[in-house]
């Protein structure tokens, strides 16, 4: 399926949400080659990832990843695509120790820094958290803690056919907005950085199809994948489908 969905993107033909979720499942089975993954990734960068392409795609890798079990239906998530090249420090992981302390559940989805100065992962690390341990003790820290690191890489292992065709690649593709969407424990609530002021609406889209409880997707207008304390940030609010768009000022 990945062949007719390459075929596709090379006429510049827009994928359906099926098409995109074949494709993904090619991928995410090991049945695609690594020039076949590089080329699909490469075409959507062309044709541009649609809403529908998005949720296709991330519907395929949910189903792929290990399942962490959370039994709070209005646990949260707090995460960024990355890329926004401003080198901060990680502000979601600093985040979700504030939100968890102040009685919400946190399932914490992350992995190593690629373009800030350091990752969930590199910080949890730096803190002496043992960031590799099993689903079941995610579980444990969820039910018991209130706050869990859900180590993305150790989560979506099928995601290891992506990883050689990205680095050689070298350019941001569908699968840094993909990661934010799939955390293993399924929440449905949270907040969404994003580093590109026209993914707001896309994803917001996205996640609107993906059927999330109350999530909201930010951009700071200074270029932060973050709410910002410097300038205005674009905000989408999505709550049972419905999409509400406006800005913030700082406080």
Excluded at 80 to 106: E, K, L, M
Excluded at 147 to 170: S, Y
Aim: charged share 20%.
């Amino acid at each position: 399926m990945i062949k007719a969905a390459v075929a596709k993107l090379i006429n510049k033909e827009i994928l359906s949400r099926e098409e995109a979720a074949a494709a993904m499942t090619d991928i995410m089975s090991g049945e695609a080659t690594e020039a076949q993954i590089g080329a699909f990734i490469a075409g959507l960068r062309l044709t541009g990832e649609t809403p529908e392409i998005i949720a296709g795609c991330a519907e395929v890798m949910r189903a792929n990843a290990t399942p962490v079990k959370c039994d709070d239906p209005n646990a949260v998530d707090i995460v960024g695509t990355g890329g926004d090249g401003a080198h901060t420090f990680n502000i979601s992981t600093t985040a979700a120790f504030v939100i968890a302390g102040a009685g919400v559940t946190v399932a914490k989805h992350g992995s190593y820094g690629v373009s800030s100065k350091c990752g969930s992962a590199n910080v949890l690390s730096e803190l002496g958290v043992n960031i590799q341990y099993t689903p079941q003790r995610m579980e444990e820290c969820l039910a018991e803690l209130g706050i869990a690191f859900l180590f993305a890489p150790g989560l979506h292992p099928a995601m290891k056919h992506v990883v050689g065709p990205r680095r050689e690649i070298g350019f941001w593709s569908i699968f840094n907005i993909l990661w934010p969407l799939c955390n293993p424990a399924g929440v449905k609530n949270g907040i969404m950085g994003v580093f590109k002021p026209e993914l707001v609406p896309i994803v917001s889209d996205a996640c609107a199809q993906l059927e999330m409880n109350h999530q909201f997707i930010v951009h700071g207008n200074d270029g932060l994948d973050e709410f910002t304390t410097t300038t205005t940030t674009m905000v989408t609010e999505i709550r049972k489908g419905k999409i509400e768009a406006y800005e913030v000022q700082p406080a």
